[in-house]
């Protein structure tokens, strides 16, 4: 599987919430207001997606920015079919993802979110949780990649720490790490990453970014991207306002059109106190 990505003119409303009682929950060109809220920008007419065509060739980053509530994260889950479309159509190397098995497409797709599932269990067992099967070997290797292998080691239990809602509770930046491992392990050709808004001690940032390019490279990835450093080295990025795309281009080019993706990067750059934008922000891109 090469992993081209495309969304044909997708459209996604989520379902009309359920009424309590009584009479059903009129439409939108009903009186029950019912409204699902945009970011102010968008014609709020519940459309949680509108028209939104989008195009990652095999390797590419795609960084998808905009205001909280503009669509990103459900975007990002019509890839995987968490969600379904309403209209248009989602694609994985040509083929609609509802013409693919759950498993087809489970393989097809690693998920990187802000908090990583772990289950109750060995951390060994939450990296091969990704390939069922795979030698100690295969997921020592992996762990290495994400930087998270000396981190396991140092603990008394080694690979057989108990993780989990009752075991170990690793940090934010181990968690993300341990989620990069799933990826490095199941080795998908497409990436689906949700980076964390949380700030991580210099250290840690460092840790997770290096494994993240590893994650990244030679993968089709959709990121929602907070962090410049993924911005900026994105192949193309896509402007979201209110469900829909509103402008596509690299950093240089969107900075240069003047729009939504310059307003956003000017207001952080701002807050962080740093008008030439040269530096890497010690905390992520909130954007
Ligand atoms: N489960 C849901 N049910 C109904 N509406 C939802 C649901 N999840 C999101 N929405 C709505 O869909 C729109 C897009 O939300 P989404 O979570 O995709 O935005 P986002 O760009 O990821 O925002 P953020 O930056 O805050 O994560 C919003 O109007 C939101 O309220
Ligand atoms: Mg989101």
């Known amino acids: 599987m090469a992993g081209r990505v495309e969304l044909d003119h997708v459209s996604f409303r989520y379902p009309e919430p359920r009424p309590l009682s009584g009479a059903p929950v009129q439409d939108r060109f009903g009186d029950s207001g019912v409204r699902i809220e945009h970011d102010g920008t968008g014609v709020g007419d519940g459309w949680a997606l509108r028209d939104v065509c989008l195009t990652v060739e095999p390797g590419q980053l795609a960084a998808l920015v905009g205001p909280s509530g503009s669509g990103k994260t ?4 019509l890839v995987p079919r968490f969600h379904e479309v309403t209209e248009g159509a989602v694609r994985i190397d040509g083929v609609d993802v509802r013409d693919l098995t759950a498993s087809s497409l489970a393989d097809a797709v690693g ?3 802000q908090e990583p599932y772990l289950f109750h269990g060995t ?7 990704a390939k069922p099967g795979a030698t100690a070997e295969e997921i020592e290797q992996a762990a290495r990649g994400a930087n998270i292998h000396d981190r396991i080691m140092s603990f008394p239990d080694g690979y057989e720490t108990i993780t989990g809602e009752r075991g170990y509770r690793l940090s934010g930046g181990e968690k993300q790490r341990l989620a990069i491992a799933r990826v490095l392990l199941k080795n998908p050709p497409v990436l689906i990453l949700d980076e964390a808004t949380s700030a991580l001690d210099s250290e840690t940032e460092r840790l997770v970014q290096e494994a993240l390019e590893r994650a990244t490279r030679d993968r089709t990835t959709i990121a929602i991207a907070h962090r410049l450093s993924t911005i900026r080295a994105a192949d193309v990025i896509y402007g979201m306002s209110g469900g829909r795309v509103v402008e596509r281009g690299t950093h240089t080019e969107l900075l240069a059109a003047g729009g939504l ?4 990067h000017a207001e952080q750059v701002g807050r962080l106190g740093d008008p030439g934008g040269s530096e890497e922000p010690r905390s992520p891109l909130r954007v």
Do not use: E, G, Q, W
Not at 123 to 129: F, G, H, S, T
């Open 261 to 264: 993706y310059a307003r956003l």
């Open 74 to 77: 459900t975007l990002t889950y």
């Open 123 to 129: 951390i060994r067992d939450n990296i091969a949780y």
């Open 111 to 113: 998920m990187v979110t």
